[in-house]
């Protein structure tokens, strides 16, 4: 059973940068493809960037531009998301995943390949 627990959201202003990490228990993160994702109220959830076990491969969400980075640590057994130039789109409850899935690399956007999932953690940016 793998346990994963966010931590780093908050406030911050147009611009700002934020630093969100996950810690995983139960599993080493290098083993485990691991993923963001993003939820406002009422709409889905969405995938925001993902790094595959192992090679640790990186996909992002369309909307990041290069604004956000996605990192790894096994040592430390930690997923890290760094995410610059926010702007109020990226005010959201962002929460980490996990998936063993061998499908991982086609399926990453999809909520569905993730049997994990953290808490959430909320990020408000305003402007």
């Known amino acids: 059973q793998v346990q994963l627990v966010e931590s780093g959201g908050g406030s911050v202003q147009t611009g700002g940068s934020l630093r969100l990490s996950c810690a995983a228990s139960?599993?080493?993160?290098?083993?485990?493809?691991m993923g963001w994702f993003r939820q406002v109220p009422g709409k889905l959830r969405d995938f925001v960037a993902g790094?595959?076990?192992?090679?640790?491969?990186?996909k992002f969400g369309d909307f990041v531009k290069g604004r956000f980075t996605i990192s790894r640590d096994n040592a430390k057994n930690t997923v890290s998301l760094q995410m610059d130039s926010l702007g109020p789109e990226d005010t959201a409850v962002y929460y980490c995943?996990?998936?063993?899935?061998?499908?991982?690399?086609?399926?990453?956007?999809?909520?569905?390949?993730?049997?994990?999932w953290g808490q959430g953690t909320q990020v408000t940016v305003s402007s």
């Open positions: 139960g599993r080493n993160v290098g083993s485990l493809h």
């Open positions: 995943a996990a998936s063993d899935s061998t499908t991982w690399w086609a399926g990453a956007l999809n909520r569905r390949e993730y049997a994990y």
């Open positions: 790094i595959s076990a192992n090679i640790g491969g990186t």
